[in-house]
């Protein structure tokens, strides 16, 4: 039988990329987790980890356990929690962006405040790529994230696709400027890097006039004629117009939101909040066709 004990410690180690980190993270000492993961390399008959300078990583065989050890740990939560009838309570830590959580908190908190009155979610807003960050440092234990997959972020769970658009003021003709002026997230933002990109391949000019990581800041800019910008279509404000091929804009990749829960532990009060989530979410739609 494998220990589930050592898996999770092993999901530490791979999640946090650190023996030490882990060590803390499990409440452990740094030569208890090293015992642990030489007991697990023997209980598997392979060598999981390897030396990377001063750093370890894993092997090919510890990348295929990895799959397997979430898999059992989490199944191993599941069903602790499935046979606790205590009512629930305790703090759950949500990570989303501003832009999703003007679009789809309000509905979640409240369905999920009138089922659980004694449990309490804590918010943070922040852009996608921070909120990664967020959840890597145990400080989140469940984020709403844009997904792209070319990042290659692990264990996320996808639950909502929808077209991304570009938008103008239905007052205003921003779109007929020339340079195109441009409302638009920080440079770190993939919705940004999609309309740049896609502006360039079709050789339209443009200036990018307002940057911010906070959407109501950019809405704001659309909806004043200042600029035009680049929204999901569950996004789309009154007073905004979509801006299609026929106008002269390239088409859009679709956008994806997921969901990322935390590898450290599983609490029913955080599960309940997931399925909140996802049942407000879950409408993945065909994506377009090419």
Known sequence: MLDLDQLRTFVAIAESGSFTKAAGAVHKTQSAVSMQMRRLEER???QIFMRDGRNSRLTEHGERLLQYARRLVQ???ETLAAFDETELEGLVRLGTPDDYANRFLPEILARFS???PKAEVSVVCAPTPNLVELMAEGELDVSIITHVRKRGWKDVEVVRREPLLWVASTRHCAELEDPLPLALGRPTCDWRK???????ETGKKSRLLYSSWNSTA???AVLAGLAVSVLPESALRP???VLQEADGFPRLPDCEIGLMRSWRQTTRVREALVEHIVS???NLSVPREA
Do not use: C, P
């Open 44 to 46: 598997i008959g392979r």
């Open 194 to 200: 999609a309309a740049t990109a896609a502006l360039n």
């Open 280 to 282: 407000s979410l879950d």
């Open 218 to 220: 950019v809405g704001a």
């Open 75 to 77: 199944l191993n939560d």
């Open 239 to 241: 007073g905004m117009r």
């Open 114 to 116: 009138r089922s659980n």
